[in-house]
């Protein structure tokens, strides 16, 4: 960690490219298995299609690229239009590149040739994408067409579908369209220590720039001007090119806005003396993200309510860290923090009652209505929430979980309880038959323009517990000092 000076003690570590070389065998050993387990043949390919690159609506303005995130986990390409195949019977991987008109020499930079790629992304061949047809065709050692598995299937936390390959000769092909995508999506819910330590690093360097954003942060400067201090350092002295997600700067009453930060609401208000801030930004290191996110006060010191608010939110967050395990199954981490922040505020006599008749009244989703947490990977909300037969749940709060399942080692998954005062959820539950009885109507009333707070970690479940990936100050009196000019971490003294 840095210490109070504006530099870093970290650089960018190397990318090793057996990672994706590892991700490849995983996914072949599952696939085979899985073929195996069914009585089907052990041939094909498996055969996916990477990124394009997007202009802006109609215009020549190109976006910057980001790779599309299973071709990402199985060759680690950064260029766009690349395919990429994997064959079933060898276990050979072949990269399928674009060929490039000769005026990109003039534009974009040196025309890479195929020997190039085959050497930085570890693959056994590298053709062009005009041959994919003849060279899978060459490679098929069965009868028949050859068959290819292309990748289609849920994202449920978007509700889209992932997109099967298109090449001019698909038809060429046998395809199948269901076996695939479950299984790679298994393979990215456990992670290997090559990609443990990728993550790592995006935590690292996202945990010493919200430090330093903490630091710097002053009444009357505008919620960007913090965007803008993460964005920096963490590209400064990370090499991070890419946010995990769109930064979420929000201050006083817009702490209660769960996705505040994006176009309509661009992190433009200025800071206010008493206000808190929420800051949730995660930089993202060849593909594999972090997602953290600190509350405190922008004026450096905590008051008697925000205090209260804090630590209930803190209490939940290490709690759940506490007993995190495999086999510990999330719904239960969830409802475990949802008790303690009520239990919380009912100590600060902001709702008054049986807890437990509130937990079944769903209270809780009152004030925290979005889910404990999900899977981080290469996607901030990485697949494989939900397996084939598990259900969402119907309730509020629980409806919002991205996934019901329980832990097992290799999992990461960020543990981020919250407290908001959101009118638009306090408003009805307070006039319910159901739970107005819960609510302290002249306490409450203090806290109407409160926003929220939400204190995020990435965690790794292991063998036998869970380590904490992110390394923020966290307690009240950590903060203050930080926020003060004490280094973090903090020098202990006598």
């Known amino acids: 960690m840095a210490s109070s000076s504006s530099s870093s003690s970290l650089s960018p570590p190397g990318v090793p490219m057996e990672l994706h070389v590892t991700n490849r065998e995983k996914l072949l050993s599952s696939l085979r298995h899985e073929l195996s387990h069914s009585s089907r043949p052990l041939h094909g390919f498996v055969f996916l299609q990477g990124g394009d690159e997007q202009t802006r609506h109609d215009t020549d303005h190109i976006e910057l690229f980001r790779q599309e995130s299973f071709f990402a986990y199985l060759f680690g390409v950064r260029e766009p239009g690349f395919y990429g195949a994997i064959d079933i019977v060898t276990g050979n991987s072949i990269l399928f590149a674009p060929r490039l008109p000769s005026d990109y020499a003039v534009w974009l930079g040196e025309i890479k040739p195929l020997s190039h790629f085959k050497k930085r992304y570890m693959v056994s061949m590298v053709y062009y994408t005009d041959e994919i047809t003849g060279i899978l065709?060459?490679?098929?050692?069965?009868?028949?067409?050859?068959?290819?598995?292309?990748?289609?299937?849920?994202?449920?936390?978007?509700n889209n579908y992932a997109k099967p390959a298109e090449f001019e000769g698909v038809d060429k092909f046998e395809k199948d369209l269901t076996t695939l995508h479950p299984i790679l999506t298994e393979c990215r819910v456990l992670k290997s220590d090559k990609e443990l330590a990728l993550i790592q690093f995006a935590n690292d360097i996202s945990s010493e720039a919200h430090v330093e954003v903490m630091r710097k942060t002053r009444v009357g400067m505008k919620e960007y001007q913090l965007e803008s201090m993460f964005l920096h350092h963490t590209y400064m002295y990370g090499g991070c090119r890419h946010c995990s997600y769109t930064c979420i700067c929000a201050t006083g009453e817009n702490s209660s806005v769960l996705h505040y930060g994006h176009a309509a609401a661009p992190n433009d208000r200025a800071l206010e003396d008493g206000d808190m801030a929420l800051l949730d930004m995660g930089a993202e290191y060849h593909f594999y993200g972090s997602d953290i996110t600190c509350s405190f006060p922008v004026n450096g010191k905590f008051t008697s309510d925000q205090s209260l608010i804090y630590n209930a939110v803190l209490d939940a967050h290490d709690a759940v860290i506490s007993t995190m395990k495999p086999g510990v199954n999330w719904v239960d981490m969830h409802l475990l923090a949802e008790k303690i922040v009520l239990e919380s505020l009912k100590?600060?006599?902001?709702?008054?009652?049986?807890?437990?008749?509130?937990?079944?009244?769903?209270?809780?989703?009152?004030?925290?209505?979005?889910?404990?947490?999900?899977?981080?990977?290469?996607?901030?909300?990485?697949?494989?929430?939900?397996?084939?037969?598990?259900?969402?749940?119907?309730?509020?709060?629980?409806?919002?979980?991205?996934?019901?399942?329980?832990?097992?080692?290799?999992?990461?998954?960020?543990?981020?309880?919250?407290?908001?005062?959101?009118?638009?959820?306090?408003?009805?539950?307070?006039?319910?038959?159901?739970?107005?009885?819960?609510?302290?109507?002249?306490?409450?009333?203090?806290?109407?323009?409160?926003?929220?707070?939400?204190?995020?970690?990435?965690?790794?479940?292991?063998?036998?517990?869970?380590?904490?990936?992110?390394?923020?100050?966290?307690?009240?009196?950590?903060?203050?000092?930080?926020?003060?000019?004490?280094?973090?971490?903090?020098?202990?003294?006598?």
């Open 137 to 158: 065709h060459d490679q098929f050692q069965g009868s028949g067409k050859p068959l290819l598995f292309l990748l289609h299937g849920l994202n449920t936390d978007s």
């Open 347 to 494: 100590k600060g006599c902001i709702i008054v009652g049986n807890v437990d008749d509130m937990m079944a009244e769903r209270l809780g989703a009152v004030f925290m209505p979005h889910g404990l947490g999900h899977f981080l990977g290469i996607d901030t909300h990485d697949p494989g929430g939900y397996l084939k037969g598990l259900e969402r749940r119907k309730e509020p709060g629980l409806r919002s979980l991205r996934t019901v399942r329980e832990l097992q080692g290799g999992m990461v998954i960020t543990v981020e309880p919250g407290c908001y005062f959101i009118d638009a959820l306090l408003l009805p539950a307070m006039e319910s038959s159901n739970t107005s009885r819960f609510f302290n109507q002249e306490v409450i009333g203090r806290f109407k323009c409160f926003g929220g707070v939400r204190i995020e970690s990435d965690v790794h479940v292991t063998a036998s517990g869970c380590k904490n990936m992110t390394n923020c100050p966290r307690k009240i009196w950590e903060i203050e000092a930080v926020m003060a000019g004490e280094p973090w971490p903090l020098v202990k003294t006598l």
